[in-house]
């Protein structure tokens, strides 16, 4: 079955013939991680769309067939970075220039989505057989440490071609 979460038609049709073609459903892993530039078939922001809405429909359209399992599961993959997350609707839809940077903050918010979409989730499911997980995969100080090197290097050449400008002005007089 193919599935396409920049494609909010695509998720449709796989859970269509997920639901279809198998009789049960014990354990639904959300996993996405994506940083790009790009916007989903749908007009969202790539990150948002991928890393989130599509997980999110999903979820939403396959939960009855978690329910009928008995103890079915719900994990989502999110990151340590949605702590450096905001939830901004306006921003998420719109269509501007994004820059480099902020592919980084487009990340950090789709996984904040992702961590609160869980939390509802489980608050809603309370009482029921389905449990919901939202978790990081892995050490977020690698991610830090990268993401403090590249900004702490771009710092560095900024004033050394600020100084060297200078230094150049200077001997100019």
Known sequence: MHLDLASLKSVRCFAETFLKTESRLDLLINNAG???????????GIEFGVNHL?????????????KE???GRVITLS??????GHIDFEVSS?????????FFQAYCNSKLCNVLFTHELAKRLKGTN???YSLHPGDPLHLYSLVVFLLTLFQT???FRRRKAFVEELRAK
């Open 157 to 159: 050449l900024t004033n």
């Open 34 to 44: 994506l940083v790009a530039d790009g916007r989903t078939e749908d007009g969202f």
């Open 54 to 66: 599509g997980h999110f429909l999903l979820t939403c359209l396959l939960l009855e067939r978690l």
């Open 69 to 71: 399992a008995g103890g």
């Open 79 to 84: 990151s340590m970075a949605h702590r450096w």
């Open 130 to 132: 389905v449990t919901c």
């Open 94 to 102: 719109e269509r501007k220039t994004v820059y480099s940077w902020q």
